[in-house]
């Protein structure tokens, strides 16, 4: 599994756009990369995966370039309760390797009003 | 999505003595996975739990220090056994979602401290 480099923290107000940034220079060709969203004392929490390009959902974008030696997880217009550590995990979805996540350091979000 | 309950949700455990830490999931799953979390840290995974045969376990982790069982699809239980105080942590479970993207949903973790 490659190895993810993030920003150890972050801070943010509220309304603000959070662009979070994790390098993987060592992605393999079937690698995807997926983030995680932990708030205190609950679980991690799937937020978004992708393999190349732009992938938007409901919560969050994932932005790849064309190298996708590293990705970009955007959220916009944060608020208090985006405060958390967000993961970022890079993979073969379909591999039997992946089923075993490997996080890393994490970045620690913190958003205030 | 799959629910998870893990029990207890917290526990202050003497040194030398054992806890068994349970996790239910309200559908049936193939694997199940049990993590550690120390205090400010990041997830490590202990093992991987599949129904019907002996617990995976990743380096640093043995089956003396952590059993774990897995009598059905939908139940496991990790004992963290002869405790010292750096087992302090928290300790969670995760099922894959069995779509593509290999989704996880984890349980809310049970908070162990060790005196």
């Known amino acids: 599994l490659a190895k993810t480099t993030q920003p150890i923290s972050m801070d943010s107000y509220e309304g603000q756009e959070v662009n979070i940034t994790c390098s993987h220079n060592?992605?393999?060709?079937?690698?995807?990369i997926t983030w995680y969203q932990q708030f205190p004392s609950q679980g991690p929490r799937f937020i978004i995966q992708?393999?190349?390009t732009k992938v938007t959902n409901e919560v969050a974008s994932l932005f790849i370039p064309a190298d996708r030696k590293s990705s970009t997880l955007s959220l916009p217009r944060v608020s208090l309760s985006d405060t958390a550590v967000y993961y970022c995990?890079?993979?073969?979805?379909?591999?039997?390797?992946?089923?075993?996540?490997?996080f890393g350091t994490g970045t620690r979000l913190l958003v205030s009003p | 999505s799959a629910v998870i309950s893990q029990k207890p949700s917290r526990d202050i455990c003497q040194r030398g003595t054992s806890l068994t830490i349970q996790c239910q999931v309200d559908?049936?799953?193939?694997?199940m996975f049990w993590y550690r979390q120390q205090p400010g840290q990041s997830l490590t995974l202990i093992a991987t739990?599949?129904?019907?045969?002996?617990?995976?376990?990743e380096s640093g982790f043995v089956i003396d220090k952590f059993p774990i069982s897995r009598p059905n699809l939908t139940f496991s239980t990790l004992t963290v056994s002869n405790m010292s105080p750096e087992d302090s942590s928290i300790y969670l479970c995760?099922?894959?979602?069995?779509?593509?993207?290999?989704?996880?949903?984890f349980g809310p973790g049970t908070r162990l401290t060790v005196l």
């Open positions: 995760s099922v894959g979602s069995g779509r593509a993207n290999n989704e996880q949903f």
């Open positions: 060592n992605i393999a060709t079937n690698d995807y």
């Open positions: 992708g393999y190349k």
């Open positions: 995990l890079v993979g073969d979805p379909l591999g039997t390797g992946f089923q075993k996540l490997v």
């Open positions: 559908s049936q799953v193939t694997m």
């Open positions: 739990a599949n129904q019907g045969s002996e617990a995976t376990y």
